[in-house]
C-alpha cells in the first residue's frame, strides 16, 4: 500500500528564528503549507520545496492577540484563518504577484524546446511570489479550541461551550453562535430513544473535522466524549442534532476518512478507534481498532502514551497516526498494520541500544501521498551553538505507494505496480522472456468470447518464474514529462507487464520495457490540453484514458496505440456526457463510472480496414446506480467480471462463464454485485444475428462483503483450475483476505439443492497483499526492510533513521483454503481444489503447513476440543501420494511433545515406517526411524533399523548404509547420539566404485589431468580402509559391531553367490568393508565358483562387455606372423619420448606395499618376492601407444568400428585419437586397420575394463584363483591365466581348487566352441596354459585348437594401440565404442619375466567414477 522509501529530508528555513513551528496545516490540493509558530505564519510551496512568504507580528499585535496556535485554509487557497491565544480570529488574504513575477523560475538551456505554449505552463513549474494581508481581526471573546472550514463558511468552537459559523469573505456578515446544550445527542437519530441523553453543561469541542460524505461534523469534547453532529435540513445554520459513542471518555483527536465514510478518533490509552454511522438508524458503530500488539512490540505496545495526531492520506487509502512519547505508525483503512517507527531499526542501534523516538508536534501529508511534512520537537536544528537564533527544520519522509489505490484496474492482472514522486517499481523479469510470451499470446484479448488455453498457460507459468526473485524493475519517470506534468496522478502496467503508462497534471506518457524508451506527446499544445480524469488502463496495445478536454470542455473516452507516436491524430476519441471517476478493462469491454453515479459499459473492437492500428468504441449498456450510491465520491473501484452466484453449475456452457456477468461495485468498503438478470425467457445466440444481440439487464445489487480494501479476478480461464480462476479474492484489512469459491458438482453430478454455489472463505496472511497470481495459488505482497547506518554523528538524520527500502513478499495461501473447507464439511471440494494444484513445486509445503498448524492449534489447547480436525485432515492427508513425508516431516519440525497427538491421529509410527518400506521409500522411512528412536524402546528402533540397513544395502544406498552404522552403533552403545540425518538425494554412482576419494588406491586419472599433460601412477597391492570404516573397525569384539559385520557379510555373500561383481565392489568401496579378508575367510566356501560359463556370462552382462566376435579376414591376417609390430612399436615409442605427456612429469615413484595379516600371497615365498621386485621396475617401458584429446572434434576420422554397444557402455571421457603425426604415415593395410577394429570393438567400457582389473588384483590378494581366472577370460589377459596356473603348482593351493579350474575352463571352451566362437582365438592363445593345467600329451589336444606358442597373438595388434589406464580415453566412431584401459603385455613366450610382472602391475590399476 504505502511504504517508506529513503532517509528523510530535513527543510530548513532560511529565516533565522527564536521561534520554534510546532504547526503544519497543507492547503486543499496540498501544493502550499502554512508552517505556524507563536508569531509567525510562513508559506511553503511543495514543488521545489521552498519558503515562499513569511508573516511575523509585531510585539504590540502579539501582546494584544496572544501566540499563534491554529491554522486553516479556504478550499481556493485565497485566505487563511489563525487563531490566536487570547480569543481572536486573525484572517489573511493571500495575494499573488503579477504575471511576470516568480520566486523561483527554471533555467533552460538555449535552443530547449520547452517553451512557454500554453498560458499558465510557467505557473505549474514556478515557485510564485505571494504576499500576505491581515483583514481585520475578529473577537470571540473565548478562547478557541478548534476551528474548520467549510466551502464558504468557517466553524469555530470556542471554550465556552459555542459553536461559531463565519462567512469567510463578509466576517461579521450572517455569524451565528450555537450554543452545544441545545444540541440534542442521544445514541441514534431514531426518536424512539428518548431525547438528550449527553450532558453538555460544561463541555467544550476539542477537536472537529468535517465529512462532507456523511455531511456532518465528528466531534471530541474535552471530557474525552465521542460525537457526531449533523444538520437536520440542507443548510448547517438550522436545527443540528447529535449521536455519541457510547462508554467512550478518552478521546483525544479525530480525523475523517470521506472516501469510506469513516471516523477515526486517537484515544488516550495510545489505540485508534475508527467509528462508521449505521445506515438505518444513524448511530455511530465501531468498525475496527488500530493498536499496536504485544506480539510485534513487546517492548512499547503499552507505553505509547495518548494518541496525539491523526492523518487520513490524500486517496484515504491509510491513516498515519504519532502519539505523546513519539513515533509513527501506519496503517491501511480497514486496520492492516504497514509499519512502525516504535521497533527493530527504528528504536535500535545496532549495538542493541535504544534510541530516543522522534517526537512529533505536527503532521501533514503532500501531494498525492508522496511526501510527509513532519515537524519535531526532539531533533536538533541546525546552529546548537546558537541559542537564540535557530534555522527552523522541517522533516520530509518520501513514500511509495501501490497504483491500486488511486487507479484500482489493475486488479485483474498478476503485475505488482508501485508509484513513486518520480519513478515506478514494477514485478518483471527479463523483457526478452516476457516479451516473446506476450507475443505468443497477444491474441487473448480478440472477438472470441472463450481465451485458448495456450494463451494463458503459457503466461501464467512465464509469470511464475518471472516473479520468483526479489528484485524491482526501477523505471525512471522521463524527466521532461515529469517537470510539467509533476505530480503522477495515475499509473497503469499491461497484462503483460511490459508496458507502463503514467499520467501527472495534464498528458499521459508510456514506456517500454522491451525497448526502454518513454514515448511523450511530440506536440506539447495536445499534453497541456488534456488532463486524465477517470484513470488509464491497457487493452491489447492500447492506452485507454478517460480525460478532460480543456479545449472542447468535453470528457473523452480517448484510446492511444502503443506503436504509432504519442499524438491526437493516432487517438480513438469517444465523447462522454459526464465526468469520469473510475475506468477498468474486461476483456474488450470497457467499464466506465461516471459522477452522476451511472456506468456505462463499451465495446472496443480492432478495425482492420485501416492502414493504422485503430479500434472502433461502442456503447453496449448504461446502469443507472443512483439509487444504491448516495454519494459517488465513495465508490473506491469498478470491476467487470466473469463471476457469479451460478459459476458452479454451467459445467456445458464455458461461454458464459468468459463473458462479462457481473459488476463488482466497492462502495466505501462495501462489495455490492450486480449480476446479469436471466430470469426472463433466454434467446440461445446462435439463434440470433451478431449485430442483434442485445445484453440482458442486471438484477438488484447484493452485498457480498464488508471492510473490502482491494478485489482481484481474472479474465482468463484454466479448466484444470477451476476453483481458483473462478474465485474473487478480496483484501480486507487487519481481518486479511475472503475467497469467495465456486463449488463444483463432482464427476458432472447434479448438485444438492441445499449445496450453496459459492462460499466465502475468510483466511488471515502476514503480507499486505497486492495482487494474486491465480493458476499459482500465490499472493504477492511488499514489505518495508531497513538498513542501519552508524554515522559519526548522532544527531544526523542517517544516524537517527534508517534507510528504508521496499521488499517483494509472496505467501503461499491454499492451505488456509483446505482447511476452512474442511472445518466446513467440504472435504470433497477441498480434494478437486488440492487435486488440481498437486503439480505446483510448493504442494508438499502446503500439505505440511496444513497439518502443522492445525496440530500446533489442536495439541497446545487449553480447553478440550470438541470436535478436532486434525484426524480429517490427516485423512484428507492420506489421499495424496506424499502422505508419508508430509507427516514425517511435520513430525520432525514439531516439538516432541507433540507427537502423541499427530500419531494418534495419523496411524502408528511402525506402521508408517513399514508402508515406506513396501513403498521404496528409504529415505522417508530413515525420517521414521528418528521419530521410532524417541517413542519406542531400543529393540523395536534395532529391529527397523536392520530392516532398513538391509534394505538399503539391497538398493544400493550408500550414504543411507552409513547413517544407519553410526545410528546402529549409537543404539548399542547406549548412547542417544544425534539420530541419523535424514539422507539428501542420494548421489547417483551408476558407473562404479566412488572409494577412490577416500583411498591411497588412485591409478586412472580424470581428463583434466592428461589435458594437463602429467600423470600421477600411485601402485599398492593391499587394500586400504576407508575413513568410514575406521570408526566402527576399531573394536571389533563389541558386540554391536559384530551385528553389523555380521549383516555386511550376510551381504556380501548374497552379491557373491549372485555373481555380482560390480555390486560388490561398490559395497566394499562405499561402506569401506574389508573385502580381501572376507575373500580370504570364504576362499573355500562362498567364494568358491562351479559354473565358469554362468559366471562369465554375468560378468559380461553386468560390465556391459561385448562378446568377442571373429573378424571375416582372420584366416589370413598380415598381422598373424610378426612383421608389422617392430615397426608399429619402435615408431611408437620414439614417439612417446617426443611427446611432452611422458617425460619427466610422470610419476613412477615406487609404490607402498603394505602386508596385511590375511595376505594370501605372502605364503607364496619365491613368487611373491618376484612380483614385488618386478612391481617395482615402473610402468612406462610397457607402454606400446597412447592416445590423446581431440582437439577439434570431427576434424579427423577416430579408429573404431561399427558394432553398437548398449548405451550405458558408449560413456566415454571424449574423443579420442592418435598424438603422434608420425602415427598416421604407417603403412597399415585395410585388413589391417580391420583388425584393430575389430579387436577394438571386442573391448567393453574403460571404466568397466579398470573395475575389472580392480577386482582381478582382490581376488588374486584374496587366493580366489577361480575368479581370476573368470576375469582375465572376460579381459582375455593370457598373462593372468599362465599366473594362475603357476600359482597352481604351491602346495598351498588346495586339489578342490585345481581340480574346479580344471573343470571350468573345459566348460568354457566346449562353451566356447558351441556358442561363442569368438573365444577360440584366446583359448588358442593360451594352449600351453591349458596343456600344463590339463597334464596330458600334446598329441591329445585338437590340432586346430591351440597355435605354436612362439606365434604372434591374434591379441597383440589392438594391445599395441590401447590407452593406459591414467588416459581413460575412447575410441569413438559413428557408434561410440569404448577402449580398454591399461596397455596389455607383450605375450611373446621369450619374456617369461614379464608375462609374470605385468598382470600384477595392471591388477593394481584403478578409477574414480565422477
Not at 513569511?54 to 499563534?68: D, P
Not at 480494501?709 to 487487519?734: D, I, P, Q
Amino acid at each position: 500500500m504505502y511504504f517508506l522509501s529513503g532517509w528523510p529530508r530535513r527543510l530548513l528555513c532560511p529565516l533565522r528564528s527564536s521561534e520554534r513551528p510546532f504547526l503544519i496545516e497543507p492547503s486543499a490540493q496540498r501544493f502550499y503549507l502554512a508552517v505556524l509558530s507563536e508569531t509567525q505564519i510562513s508559506i511553503w510551496f511543495s514543488r521545489p520545496s521552498v519558503l515562499i512568504v513569511s508573516y511575523i507580528e509585531s510585539g504590540k499585535a502579539a501582546a494584544q492577540f496572544g501566540y499563534y496556535q491554529q491554522v486553516e485554509w479556504k478550499p481556493d487557497d485565497s485566505m487563511i484563518a489563525v487563531t490566536a491565544a487570547n480569543g481572536y480570529l486573525l484572517l489573511f488574504d493571500i495575494i499573488a504577484g503579477s504575471d511576470e513575477k516568480y520566486l523561483y523560475e527554471p533555467v533552460y538551456p538555449k535552443g530547449s524546446a520547452r517553451v512557454k505554449v500554453t498560458p499558465g505552463y510557467k505557473e505549474e513549474q514556478c515557485a510564485p511570489a505571494l504576499t500576505l494581508e491581515m483583514k481585520k481581526p475578529i473577537d470571540l471573546e473565548a478562547p478557541i479550541s478548534c476551528l474548520q472550514t467549510l466551502q464558504e463558511d468557517l466553524l469555530v468552537a470556542t471554550a465556552d461551550g459555542y459553536l461559531h459559523m463565519l462567512h469567510w469573505d463578509s466576517v461579521r456578515n450572517g455569524q451565528r453562535a450555537v450554543n452545544l446544550c441545545t444540541i440534542p445527542f442521544s445514541l441514534d437519530l431514531q426518536s424512539s430513544r428518548g431525547g438528550p441523553c449527553l450532558d453538555l453543561g460544561s463541555v467544550h469541542i476539542r477537536d472537529m473535522e468535517y465529512c462532507n460524505t456523511l455531511d456532518g461534523f465528528a466531534l471530541v469534547f474535552d471530557d474525552g466524549r465521542l460525537g457526531f453532529i449533523t444538520p437536520t435540513a440542507n443548510r448547517l445554520a438550522t436545527d443540528l442534532q447529535g449521536v455519541w459513542a457510547a462508554d467512550v471518555s478518552d478521546g483525544t483527536c479525530v480525523a475523517v476518512n470521506n472516501k469510506y465514510r469513516l471516523m477515526a478518533f486517537g484515544c488516550a490509552s495510545g489505540s485508534v478507534l475508527v467509528y462508521m454511522i449505521d445506515s438505518s438508524t444513524g448511530s455511530m458503530q465501531l468498525s475496527h481498532k488500530l493498536e499496536l500488539t504485544p506480539k510485534h512490540y513487546p517492548d512499547i505496545w503499552n507505553k505509547t502514551g495518548p494518541v496525539k495526531m491523526l492523518r487520513w492520506s490524500p486517496d484515504c487509502s491509510v491513516v498515519m497516526v504519532t502519539w505523546d512519547c513519539g513515533g509513527l505508525s501506519l496503517w491501511s483503512v480497514f486496520g492492516a498494520h504497514l509499519f512502525c517507527t516504535l521497533g527493530e531499526d527504528f528504536a535500535y542501534r545496532s549495538d542493541g541500544t535504544k534510541k530516543e523516538p522522534l517526537k512529533i508536534s505536527s503532521m501533514s501529508w503532500g501531494v498525492e501521498g508522496y511526501h510527509l511534512w513532519v515537524i519535531s520537537s526532539t531533533v536538533p536544528y541546525g546552529a546548537e551553538g546558537d541559542d537564540k537564533l535557530q534555522q527552523a527544520g522541517i522533516l520530509q519522509f518520501q513514500f511509495i505507494k501501490s497504483a491500486l489505490t488511486v487507479n484500482p484496474c489493475t486488479s485483474n492482472q498478476e503485475q505488482v505496480l508501485l508509484q513513486g514522486e518520480d519513478r515506478l517499481y514494477l514485478t518483471c523479469g527479463d523483457p526478452t522472456q516476457a516479451h516473446s510470451v506476450s507475443d505468443k499470446s497477444s491474441s487473448r484479448d480478440s472477438g472470441s468470447p472463450v481465451p485458448r488455453p495456450s494463451a494463458s498457460t503459457p503466461l501464467s507459468q512465464g509469470l511464475s518464474t518471472l516473479l520468483g526473485h526479489k528484485h524491482w524493475q526501477v523505471v525512471q519517470i522521463h524527466s521532461t514529462y515529469l517537470e510539467t506534468n509533476w505530480p503522477i496522478r495515475f499509473a497503469a502496467i499491461d497484462w503483460s507487464g511490459q508496458c507502463v503508462a503514467v499520467a501527472g497534471r495534464r498528458g499521459i506518457a508510456h514506456y517500454s520495457l522491451y525497448t526502454r524508451k518513454w514515448k511523450l506527446f511530440g506536440n506539447v499544445t495536445q499534453e497541456q490540453n488534456m488532463s486524465v480524469t477517470g484513470g488509464l488502463a491497457w487493452w491489447n496495445d492500447f492506452v485507454v484514458v478517460a480525460c478532460y478536454n480543456f479545449i472542447d470542455r468535453q470528457e473523452e473516452l480517448r484510446l492511444y496505440v502503443r506503436s504509432s507516436n504519442l499524438d491526437n491524430a493516432f487517438a480513438s476519441v469517444t465523447k462522454l456526457h459526464a465526468s469520469t471517476l473510475l475506468l477498468n478493462v474486461f476483456r474488450d469491454v470497457v467499464i466506465v463510472f461516471r459522477a452522476d453515479c451511472s456506468i456505462c459499459l463499451y465495446s472496443i473492437q480492432k478495425r482492420h480496414d485501416s492502414p493504422s492500428p485503430s479500434v472502433s468504441v461502442e456503447l453496449l449498456q448504461e446502469v443507472s446506480m443512483s439509487r444504491y450510491i448516495p454519494h459517488p465520491g465513495l465508490v473506491v473501484s469498478v470491476t467487470l467480471t466473469s463471476v457469479r452466484t451460478e459459476t458452479g453449475i454451467t459445467l456445458k456452457a464455458p461461454q458464459q462463464a468468459c463473458s462479462a456477468e457481473s459488476i463488482l461495485l466497492n462502495l466505501a468498503g462495501q462489495l455490492i454485485m450486480l449480476q446479469r438478470d436471466r430470469s426472463g425467457p433466454q434467446v440461445r445466440e446462435k439463434d440470433t444475428p451478431a449485430n442483434q444481440t442485445k445484453l440482458l439487464p442486471f438484477c438488484p445489487p447484493v452485498v457480498l462483503a464488508q471492510c473490502v480494501e482491494n478485489v482481484w479476478t481474472t479474465c482468463r480461464s484454466n479448466r484444470k483450475k477451476r476453483h481458483l480462476m473462478e474465485a474473487l479474492w478480496l483484501s480486507c484489512g487487519e481481518a486479511g483476505m475472503k475467497v469467495w469459491l465456486p463449488l463444483f458438482p463432482r464427476d458432472h453430478r447434479k448438485p444438492h439443492s441445499f449445496l450453496s454455489r459459492r462460499i466465502m472463505l475468510p483466511f488471515l496472511i502476514n503480507i499486505y497483499p497486492l495482487t494474486v497470481l491465480f493458476e499459482d495459488a500465490l499472493i504477492l505482497g511488499a514489505s518495508n526492510e531497513t538498513v542501519l547506518f552508524d554515522g559519526t554523528g548522532s544527531s544526523s538524520l542517517e544516524a537517527l533513521f534508517p534507510f528504508c527500502t521496499v521488499e517483494r513478499t509472496s505467501q503461499i495461501y491454499l492451505h488456509h483454503i483446505l482447511r476452512q473447507l474442511l472445518v466446513r464439511n467440504l472435504g470433497e471440494q477441498a480434494l478437486m481444489l488440492a487435486q488440481s494444484c498437486a503439480s505446483l513445486p510448493y504442494f508438499p509445503h502446503v500439505l505440511e503447513l496444513m497439518v502443522h498448524v492445525v496440530l500446533e492449534e489442536e495439541a497446545t489447547s487449553r480447553e478440550p476440543i470438541p470436535d478436532p480436525l486434525l484426524p480429517t485432515v490427516a485423512k484428507f492427508v492420506t489421499e495424496f501420494p506424499l502422505f508419508l513425508q508430509t507427516i514425517v516431516h511435520c513430525a520432525r519440525k514439531t516439538e516432541y511433545a507433540l507427537w502423541n497427538y499427530l500419531f494418534a491421529a495419523v496411524g502408528n509410527p511402525k506402521d508408517l515406517f513399514e508402508e515406506c518400506l513396501m513403498a521404496q521409500d528409504l529415505d522417508t522411512a530413515a525420517s521414521y526411524l528418528i521419530i521410532l528412536q524417541n517413542m519406542e524402546v531400543p529393540a523395536v528402533s534395532r529391529q527397523h533399523a536392520t530392516l532398513l540397513f538391509n534394505t538399503a544395502l539391497e538398493q544400493g544406498k550408500w550414504d543411507l548404509c552409513r547413517h544407519m552404522i553410526r545410528f546402529l552403533k549409537a543404539i548399542g552403545s547406549g548412547e542417544s547420539e544425534t539420530p541419523p540425518s535424514t539422507p539428501t538425494t542420494q548421489q547417483s554412482s551408476t558407473g562404479g566404485f566412488e572409494f577412490f576419494r577416500n583411498r591411497s588406491i588412485s591409478l586412472s586419472q580424470s581428463a583434466d589431468s592428461i589435458s594437463g599433460g602429467k600423470f600421477h601412477l600411485q601402485k599398492t597391492l593391499s587394500m586400504p580402509f576407508g575413513p568410514s570404516s575406521k570408526g566402527w573397525c576399531k573394536d571389533t569384539d563389541s558386540a554391536e559391531n559384530l551385528y553389523i559385520d555380521m549383516m555386511l557379510w550376510r551381504h556380501a555373500r548374497h552379491l557373491l553367490e549372485q555373481v555380482r561383481l560390480r555390486d560388490l565392489g561398490c559395497f566394499s568401496a562405499q561402506l569401506g568393508f574389508e573385502l580381501i579378508g572376507w575373500l580370504c575367510r570364504e576362499r573355500m566356501r562362498v567364494a568358491r565358483l562351479d559354473d565358469f560359463v554362468t559366471a562369465l556370462k554375468c560378468l559380461h552382462k553386468d560390465f556391459l562387455w561385448p562378446f568377442p566376435v571373429i573378424p571375416a579376414c582372420s584366416i589370413n591376417s598380415p598381422l598373424k606372423n610378426g612383421r608389422c609390430r617392430p615397426v608399429l612399436s619402435s615408431r611408437l615409442l620414439k614417439s612417446q619420448s617426443e611427446d611432452s605427456l611422458l617425460n619427466s612429469d610422470m610419476d613412477t615413484t615406487p609404490p607402498q606395499v603394505t602386508t596385511a595379516n590375511h595376505r594370501w600371497l605372502d605364503g607364496l615365498g619365491v613368487v611373491s618376492k618376484e612380483l614385488d621386485s618386478a612391481s617395482s621396475l615402473g610402468a612406462p617401458r610397457t607402454q606400446d601407444a597412447f592416445l590423446s584429446p581431440l582437439i577439434n572434434k570431427g576434424e579427423e576420422c577416430s579408429i573404431g568400428s561399427a558394432t553398437d554397444l548398449t548405451e550405458t557402455s558408449s560413456m566415454l571421457d571424449g574423443d579420442w585419437t592418435m598424438v603422434d603425426e608420425n602415427v598416421s604415415t604407417l603403412s597399415l593395410s585395410q585388413s589391417e586397420l580391420e583388425h584393430i577394429s575389430m579387436e577394438l570393438a571386442n573391448k567393453g567400457p574403460h571404466k568397466s575394463q579398470v573395475q575389472l582389473r580392480y577386482l582381478l588384483h582382490v581376488f588374486m590378494e584374496a587366493g580366489c584363483l577361480e575368479w581370476c581366472v573368470v576375469i582375465g577370460l572376460i579381459l582375455r589377459d593370457a598373462g593372468v591365466i599362465k599366473q594362475v596356473v603357476g600359482f597352481l603348482d604351491s602346495p598351498e593351493v588346495p586339489a578342490e581348487m585345481v581340480q574346479s579350474i580344471r573343470a571350468g575352463l573345459i566348460a568354457v571352451d566346449l562353451w566356447a566352441s558351441s556358442d561363442c566362437p569368438g573365444y577360440k582365438p584366446f583359448l588358442s592363445l593360451i594352449g600351453p596354459q591349458l596343456l600344463k593345467l590339463m597334464e596330458v600329451p600334446v598329441e591329445q589336444v585338437q590340432p586346430e585348437a591351440f597355435q605354436p606358442a612362439g606365434a604372434t597373438k591374434l591379441s597383440d595388434p589392438p594391445l599395441l594401440l590401447l590407452p593406459r589406464a591414467e588416459d581413460r580415453g575412447a575410441v569413438t566412431s559413428a557408434h561410440p565404442l569404448p577402449l580398454d584401459g591399461p596397455a596389455g603385455p607383450s605375450l611373446d613366450d621369450e619374456e617369461h619375466e614379464e608375462q609374470e610382472d605385468e598382470p600384477l602391475d595392471e591388477g593394481s590399476y584403478d578409477c574414480t567414477l565422477s
